[in-house]
Antibody, heavy 119, light 110 residues
Framework: QLQLQESGSGLVKPSQTLSLTCAVS??????????WSWIRQPPGKGLEWIGY???????YYNPSLKSRVTISVDRSKNQFSLKLSSVTAADTAVYYC???????????WGQGTMVTVSS | QSALTQPASVSGSPGQSITISCTGT?????????VSWYQQHPGKAPKLMIY???NRPSGVSNRFSGSKSGNTASLTISGLQAEDEADYYC??????????FGGGTKLTVL
């Protein structure tokens, strides 16, 4: 059973870079047909898609975040990562990593990790 | 402002059926059959309930069904149960190869 687990700093100062990692267990991140995604949810609000990376390395980002986001994969560690630069309080949210299927559905999710942007 | 429009809330009594709509444009919902629905209970990660408009993943109750007409997709829950009370989100692939979520709908079981 494939599982995802987010990790990273829970508190980031304004203007700094948020960094999170999603460890994949129970399967290979290199499995064909899937891409690897980040989604966030501000407190009390809805879901916001951040972006995903295909097994080929191609990336697609939310246009509203594109200038600040980088998603990368480390196949040797079976994990993928999110970097979000120049953060503000508006980036405070629960961040989820998820597996995206060929049918463009997120079928497996991590438990989520809360990131607070505050000085 | 979410790209996909959902009602903020819906409610129903146990045993009844409810429908949640998800309205987009021809560049997302109307242009592709890559519409998915997610259920989220408080403090939990979302769970995939429907993919490709009307397909249910293994293990999801057949009380959940999906459909689409034009630029609007719908999630119907029949035989409403207390455990169905949750937030529901739709998502759609877009013509820009990106993805959008709806604003979410809070389902209350009366």
């Amino acid at each position: 059973q494939l599982q995802l687990q987010e990790s990273g700093s829970g508190l980031v100062k304004p203007s700094q870079t948020l960094s999170l990692t999603c460890a994949v267990s129970g399967g290979s991140i290199s499995s064909g047909g899937y891409s690897w995604s980040w989604i966030r949810q501000p407190p009390g609000k809805g879901l916001e898609w951040i972006g995903y990376i295909y097994h080929s390395g191609s990336t697609y980002y939310n246009p509203s975040l594109k200038s600040r986001v980088t998603i990368s994969v480390d196949r040797s560690k079976n994990q993928f990562s999110l970097k979000l630069s120049s953060v503000t309080a508006a980036d405070t949210a629960v961040y989820y990593c998820a597996r995206r299927t060929f049918e463009v559905a997120f079928d497996i999710w991590g438990q989520g990790t809360m990131v607070t942007v505050s000085s | 402002q979410s790209a996909l429009t959902q009602p903020a809330s819906v409610s129903g009594s146990p045993g009844q059926s409810i429908t949640i709509s998800c309205t987009g444009t021809s560049s997302d919902v109307g242009g592709y059959n890559y519409v998915s629905w997610y259920q989220q209970h408080p403090g939990k990660a979302p769970k995939l309930m429907i993919y490709e408009v009307s397909n249910r993943p293994s293990g999801v109750s057949n009380r959940f069904s999906g459909s689409k007409s034009g630029n609007t997709a719908s999630l119907t829950i029949s035989g409403l149960q207390a455990e169905d009370e949750a937030d529901y989100y739709c998502s759609s692939y877009t013509s820009s190869s990106t993805l959008e979520f709806g604003g979410g709908t809070k389902l209350t079981v009366l």
